[in-house]
């Protein structure tokens, strides 16, 4: 049964930093892209970055280019999101989601259930 189970969200002042975990179970990450998505209240979802399954170098959205990190951890079958530099327009549910590869038209089958980042002071 495929599983992504994000965890790490919690409540960070402006400008600090928090790790994303998403861990995924019922497929390997040697296997499959890991996306990265975000969601805050009354907005549409926005695609963060997608990380294919030869790890390689990310891809960013625009916006977050310099501030985030998505890394894994294939032994552990983990991927993460290193989020940098907060601020409040950052609170949303963050999520990750399969896909078989970062193309332009990427397709996720499976997402997490996700995790609240609350950026505020």
């Known amino acids: 049964q495929v599983q992504l189970v994000e965890s790490g969200g919690t409540l960070v002042e402006p400008g600090g930093s928090l790790r994303l975990s998403c861990a995924a179970s019922g497929f390997s990450l040697r296997d499959y892209a890991i996306g990265w998505f975000r969601q805050a209240p009354g907005k549409e979802r926005e695609g963060l970055s997608c990380l294919n399954k030869y790890e390689g170098t990310p891809v960013y959205a625009e916006f977050v280019m310099g501030r985030f990190t998505a890394s894994k951890d294939d032994d552990k079958n983990m991927a993460y999101l290193q989020l940098n530099s907060l601020k409040p327009d950052d609170t949303a549910a963050y999520y990750c989601?399969?896909?078989?590869?970062?193309?332009?038209?990427?397709?996720?089958?499976?997402w997490g259930q996700g995790t609240r980042v609350t950026v505020s002071s």
């Open positions: 989601a399969r896909a078989p590869a970062c193309t332009s038209d990427v397709r996720y089958d499976y």
